[in-house]
Each structure stands twice: as structure tokens, then as C-alpha cells.
């Protein structure tokens, strides 16, 4: 990770992504009947159930609505899911209010324009490695892996290990 947070990262409680481009590598395909697919990334599957298991909560907050985002969110118990939020910083200021938490509060990984105002917002904005230059120019933080290749794990255990939450993680991988 290169960069600093703007908050300390210990004040950190909720962890916001989009999906698109972060937690996938932004291709969706596109069946002859219409029905679409994405892939993501197992390691940022695993990455957000230790958050989780942390006690912090999780959202998405992506451009697009989609099914398949909608059946990952369920998998992976997301505490909000917001879809359709072409305009997203009032999509953002709402989840605020609904986790009631401040902006400081909140980790927001982008890959494209529309999560600039976000990233500048969030306590921890954060751009994946393949963003857009824009986004990367206001990022406090970009990740060294690319959307949908593991950016967000990289993400969680960054702010995990760096808050001292890692290790007691890790003791049930331990033998």
C-alpha cells in the first residue's frame, strides 16, 4: 500500500467498496440471454469475513445493479449493499447515517470517477492499483494488486495488522 490515511486507522469501523473494478476486474460477461456473470476473487472473499469476524461492518456501494453482486453480497453477509448509486455520495452520506458513523469512520476502496467523491470523503480512500489517474490523484492509499485480484484483502490485512487485530485472526489457522 502507498500513501496515509487521513483518519488513524484505528477509528476505522466500516470497510465501503464498489464492486465493479475492485472486487471484480471489471469485465462482466454478457450471455445471448441477457444474464450476466462476474468473477471475484476468493482471497478478498476470505479478507472480508476476517474484517467481519474483527467485529467491523462491510457495504457496497456500485454504479451498476446486478445480480450477481447482489448473490456475493448474501454470500458474504455485506451488512449494506447499495446498488444503482450512479450518483454516489449521497448513496454514501445515507449509509453514514443508516451505520450511524462519521465519514473519518469509514474505508472506501474506488476504481473509477464516479468513487472520486467518495475516496476524498472517507476517512481511508483508497484507489486499486488499476484505477483510473484521477482517482489515484486524490486516493490517500492505492493497493499494489488491481481490482479483482486481490486489492481488497490487501486492504483489510493492511489496516488489520496495522490496529493490532491480525494476530488474533490468525490463531485459528495456527496448529
Keep these: 500500500m502507498i500513501g496515509k490515511a487521513k483518519s488513524d486507522l484505528n477509528d476505522i469501523r466500516l470497510l465501503a467498496m464498489d464492486v465493479d473494478g475492485v472486487l471484480t476486474d471489471g469485465a462482466i460477461l454478457l450471455s445471448g440471454d441477457g444474464s450476466e456473470s462476474k468473477r471475484f476473487h476468493l482471497h478478498d472473499g476470505h479478507g472480508i469475513r476476517m474484517w467481519r469476524r474483527a467485529g467491523l461492518q462491510t457495504a457496497f456501494i456500485s454504479g451498476r445493479e446486478a445480480a450477481a453482486t447482489t448473490v456475493r453480497a448474501e454470500q458474504l ?3 449494506f449493499v447499495m446498488q444503482g448509486q450512479t450518483r454516489k455520495l449521497p448513496a454514501f452520506e445515507s449509509l453514514l447515517m443508516q451505520a450511524g458513523l462519521q465519514a473519518s469512520q469509514v474505508a472506501y476502496v474506488g476504481d473509477d470517477l464516479l468513487d472520486i467523491p467518495l475516496v476524498v470523503r472517507a476517512g481511508l480512500g483508497v484507489a486499486v492499483a488499476d484505477a483510473v489517474q484521477e482517482l489515484k490523484d486524490r486516493a490517500d ?4 494488486k488491481g481490482g479483482g485480484a486481490g486489492a481488497v484483502r490487501e486492504i483489510i490485512e493492511y489496516v ?13 489457522y495456527e496448529v
Design 160 to 172: 488489520l495488522k496495522a490496529t493490532g487485530r491480525w494476530q488474533a485472526l490468525m490463531e485459528r
Design 77 to 79: 453477509s455485506i451488512d
Design 141 to 144: 492509499m492505492i493497493t499494489q
